[in-house]
Every structure is written in C-alpha cells, then in structure tokens.
C-alpha cells in the first residue's frame, strides 16, 4: 500500500471547514442567549440545539471517516469527510427530511448523514468495524460530556432554560447512540457486525441494507416497541446521572412552534 498520496493532500483536506466553525459559534452565541435569558428564550434554546444537534452529526460521520483513515481508506480525505463539513456527509432523505421528522415530532436523534467508505482497502476486519463504531460511540461520549454537569451538580447558575435544553441535547445523543448500535443491516450496528459474517448472510444483508433505517423507524412507530426503546433511553440516561424531567422541559421549549 503506498503512503505516498496522503503526503500530496493539501492541508484544506485535515483543516475544519468554515461551515462547520461557523455552527460552533452559533452554538456557543445561542448558548450564551439561552444562559442570559436574551430575546425570546424558546428561539434561544432551538438555535442551542439544532446547532449542537448539528455539531455531534459532523463529529459523528468524522470519527467514522478518521477511522476509515488510519484503517487505509485515503480516499475519505479526498472526499472532504475530514473537515467536519456537514454538507459532505449528505443523503437527501436521510440526512435531513427523516432526522428533522423524527426530532419535531418525537425529540428523537437520528444521526442522517453517510460516509463511503472502501472497505476493499481496509486493513482488517476488527478496523472495519471499529470504523461502523466509531459514530454512536461519539454520540454516547458526547452525551456524556452533556450529563457530566448534572452529575457534579453544577447546574445552579444560569437561566434554568440552559440547563433544560442541555438536557435535551444529551437525550438526543442518548437516542442516537442506542439506535445506531442496533445490529440491523444499514444501521452502524449491523455494519459493525458485518466484517464477520459468512459470504452468504453478506449478500442477504447487502439485500436488506438500503431499507434497514427505513425498517428501523417504522419499528419506532409502534407504541410497543417504540416503548421499550425510550424505556431504554430513560434508564442509561438515569445510570449516566441525566434529569429525564429537565430533558423533557428541554424538548417542550425547543418546540417554539406549539
């Protein structure tokens, strides 16, 4: 395998892109509003965590690419995964119709965004999965980055709208995390265990792939189901020291509209 190439990337390739500062200051401004209480504190605290929201997406499909990087996979840098530009990890419909869908309507974090990866040139088959775990790994590191203020119980300053809408964020993590470390094809899950299937269950998995976060979410819209995933939720957020009833005053101010 030649190294040659990675040598030749501008730096452009490794540098965070301008879109994706631009979120992080817009996260931290809107997080200064909500703390404040300045303006309207329901359009604070939606800017709060649709940006953070925005954020865990790139650094999500990011550590997928890393991954990818170091496991061979050159080319991830070629294709602008590496910057951190949220526009580069797109799909039409699963990188923004369904996830916008599903965090108005249920305040559930489904992480949209793809990376391609070359399998082919990976080295091994532990790397490739570590490259599918790599994501909702974030998301659950991230969630408990969220939560670490609430264990140490330092959320006593600040508007109390703050500390509600960091709630919800680190639900959402929460939400997105469980979702994708479930082991069905399409899904992180599923990709994680893939690399060890025989031929014959790859082929039927390739067969189920493109439908697998489409099944996934019908599953969600039964009261049964969808259910025991937010029992779920609850019960590692209450383990990792999250307020459920601060993360759902979160979500009721982050629906500005209703």
């Known amino acids: 395998m030649s190294y040659g190439r990675v040598s030749a990337l501008p730096r452009e390739a490794f540098r965070p892109s301008a879109l994706f500062l631009g979120i992080v200051a817009l996260f931290a401004v809107a997080g200064w509003m909500t703390w404040t209480g300045f303006g309207n504190v329901q359009i604070d605290v939606f800017l709060f965590v ?38 580069k990890y797109t799909h039409p419909l699963l990188s923004f119709v369904l996830p916008v869908v599903f965090l108005l309507l249920g305040g559930i974090g489904l992480p949209g965004g793809a990376v391609w990866v070359n399998h082919s040139v990976i080295r091994s088959r532990v790397v490739d999965s ?16 969220l939560i670490v203020p609430f264990s140490l119980g330092l959320d006593a300053g600040g508007d109390p709208a703050f500390w509600a809408a960091l709630a919800f964020l680190a639900f959402l993590q929460l939400t997105a995390s469980i979702l994708n470390f479930v082991p069905m094809p399409g899904v992180d899950g599923g990709n994680l265990l893939f690399p060890w299937l025989s031929p014959q269950w790859q082929r039927g998995f390739n067969h189920v792939a493109p439908y697998g976060m489409l099944l996934l979410i019908a599953l969600l819209w039964s009261p049964v189901i969808g259910g025991w995933f937010f029992e779920v939720v609850y019960a590692l957020g209450d383990a990792l020291g999250l307020p459920s009833y601060l993360a759902s005053d979160g979500y009721q101010l982050f629906k500005f509209w209703s």
Do not use: K
């Not at 550590?63 to 080319?75: E, K, M, P, Q």
């Not at 570590?130 to 980055?145: K, Q, Y």
């Open 130 to 145: 570590l490259i599918s775990f790599a994501g909702p790994a974030t998301n659950l590191l991230f969630a408990v980055v």
């Open 50 to 87: 649709a940006a953070g929201w925005t954020i865990s997406l790139c650094l999500h499909e990011y550590a997928h690419a890393l991954v990818a990087y170091r496991g061979g996979d050159h080319d991830v840098a070629h294709r602008g995964y590496l910057t951190l530009d949220p526009t």
